[in-house]
């Protein structure tokens, strides 16, 4: 697998949620939604009743971003919905890898995300049952931030800590990420680029992902 890039919809029109999704179909491997719920982060946007609907309205696959309390219970239902990835934050799960089976059972990719604060050792022995590792390179909860560089050592340390492992788990990072930070997360070993802002405030959606993407793929040629 290449350079993925995921655009993720939280700082466009919400209003118009299947069009904005088409603005880059055709670019995007995936389609970030953020779902947030108030309480695992001071933000709410939309649940899975809207995606449900969305998803026939578009053909990018669906990669769901739950940052959401009590996802043993919730995330299943995103990967029976159809959503291709569905990832939960380690902190708010009370099974972690019982989320990431029954993910994977429901027909899902399963990834797990770990906050700024939040280390790779709390989700290294999940590796044999998710597909990927979502570092975030902000604090979970609005689009617009800046980029944390602090969290570049972390994206090393999760690619050594996949490399040395017989799995193939994927790398995504989200937060900040656009023209001046993607080659920085490329290179520490990140594989799959969420990008909200850049994406959605650029004058065409679809130039940007493709941009971005060759600027990662630039960046990770050794
Ligand atoms: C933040 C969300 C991100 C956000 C990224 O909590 O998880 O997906 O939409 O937006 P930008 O790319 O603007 O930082
Ligand atoms: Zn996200």
Redesign the pocket.
Known sequence: MGMQISP?V??SDLSNLAAEVRRVQGAADWI?L?V?DNHF?P?LTFGLPVIESLLKHIDVPADC?L?IADPDRWAPGFAEAGAGSVTFHVEAANKPRMVAKDIRAAGARAGVAVKPGTSIAQVSDLLPVIDMILV?T????????S?MAEMLPKIREARRLVDGSDVDVWIQV?????PDTIEQCAAAGADVF??????YRAADPAVMVEQLRASAENAARP
């Open positions: 993720s939280l700082n970030h953020d947030m982060v933000n971003h940052m975030m902000v604090e979970p909860g609005f689009g617009g931030q980029f989200d937060g900040g990420i656009g969420v990008a909200g802002s850049a994406v």
